[in-house]
């Protein structure tokens, strides 16, 4: 008996690449800008395995890639359509993170801590100590709710919803994204409007204490006793943390869904 001889055509392997690349890309794109995945501390060769291994998982999952050779222009227009699809993806999710962020730049400056700042390798610029502190919880968080594992879900889901073709993108996903970046502001207002209060309180009432008694040093006292009250006011934070991120985060989970759905023609 002749031994068979394993042979592949030219388009079983075009094949094979369209099928890994394309979702590779969206997916790398994804790694790099989201939550946990994206964070300088880890490094590019395990977001590029990361990347890999998800495409081996996810890719035999997806409907039928569209006829066009990779080596063209409409190979090159799907390539960098799965960049913007994975990049904003990842965007819209760091979103929450950036709200906690100014939630701890409000709070920083109404304890008097704007001067206490440091290079940020994870943000990679400077941030208060108050910032960088909710982020770390924040990061914990999102950890014990098994976030990263929503993120692939939701980057699995992406596929269905909005599947690789080379078709135009319609611009209400983008339109989409942009009305939801305003939830930064808002949400993080709203994090840290009860220690805002009540140290804008206490500084009315200090104000009217020094007006009332000129002899009493504002300058002297004002200064620590904001910060004494500041960091009881967040141990008093600190455990409805988890309860104030957990409807974000599956805020943040839907709106990668529903950023891809307005792209869909």
């Known amino acids: 008996m002749t031994p068979s001889i394993f042979s592949v055509t030219s388009g079983q392997l075009e094949g094979w690449v369209v099928a890994f690349l394309w979702p590779f890309v969206r997916m790398l794109a994804l790694v790099s800008t989201a939550p946990i995945f994206a ?4 490094p590019r060769q395990v977001k590029v395995g990361i990347a890999a291994m998800l495409t081996l998982v996810i890719s035999p999952l997806i409907g039928p890639f569209p006829a066009v050779p990779v080596v063209s222009a409409g190979g090159l227009w799907i390539i960098v359509q799965q960049v913007l699809i994975g990049v904003a993806m990842g965007f819209a999710m760091r ?3 950036t709200a906690v962020l100014a939630a701890g730049e409000y709070i920083g400056l109404q304890m008097g801590l704007s001067f206490a700042s440091f290079y940020d390798p994870m943000s990679r610029g400077s941030t208060m100590v108050v ?12 950890l014990a709710l098994d976030g990263h594992l929503l993120i692939v879900n939701a980057l699995a889901d992406s596929f269905a919803t909005l599947p690789i073709s080379d078709g135009p993108l319609v611009a209400g996903g983008w339109m989409f994204l942009v009305l939801a970046a305003g939830e930064i502001f808002a949400s993080g207002l709203l994090l840290s409007l009860p220690l805002i209060t009540a140290l ?18 504002i300058f002297a006292v004002g200064f620590p006793l904001t910060l004494l009250a500041g960091i009881f ?3 008093l934070l600190m455990p409805n943390l988890a309860a104030f991120l957990e409807p974000r985060f599956a805020q943040g989970i839907a709106n990668m869904l529903r950023f891809t759905q307005g792209l869909r023609p």
């Open 39 to 42: 964070e300088s501390w880890v």
């Open 95 to 97: 979103m929450v993170f």
């Open 131 to 142: 910032s960088r502190l909710l982020n770390m919880l924040a990061t914990l968080i999102f």
């Open 200 to 217: 804008l309180t206490l500084n009315l009432a200090m104000g009217i204490l020094n007006r009332a008694s000129p002899q009493f040093s």
């Open 233 to 235: 006011m967040l141990q």
